[in-house]
Nanobody, 123 residues
């Protein structure tokens, strides 16, 4: 069973940027829809972005225009570039492979949940 590994989280000031990475051994990310999710303190996990196997991208409104999901097939890695970070972006970020198509925005049913990476936006 696949398990993804997330990295790149850090403490950053408001307005700053981070790039998160997601990879997995023995699993070709390019064949699957890939999603980024986050769980803020005291809140439910939410899906924030999805990259389809045909490279279409989808974002929830709260991150649209600030976050960019992408994939490097040669490195078997999916990225989440996060710009103009806000305190409300604080949380643990996860990647996983949604079992439903990205355009449904129904991403929480997904495979491969890893340990996540902590992003803290604070001055």
């Amino acid at each position: 069973q696949v398990q993804f590994v997330e990295s790149g989280g850090a403490l950053v000031q408001p307005g700053g940027s981070l790039r998160l990475s997601c990879t997995a051994s023995g699993f070709r990310l390019s064949y699957y829809n890939m999603g980024w999710f986050r769980q803020a303190p005291g809140k439910e996990r939410e899906g924030i972005s999805c990259l389809s196997f045909s490279d279409d991208t989808y974002y929830v409104d709260s991150v649209k225009g600030r976050f960019t999901i992408s994939r490097d097939n040669a490195k078997n890695t999916v990225y989440l570039q996060m710009n103009d970070l806000k305190p409300e972006d604080t949380g643990v970020y996860y990647c996983a492979a949604p079992t439903k198509l990205c355009y449904t925005f129904d991403w929480l049913t997904a495979d491969g949940w890893g340990q996540g990476t902590q992003v803290t936006v604070s001055s």
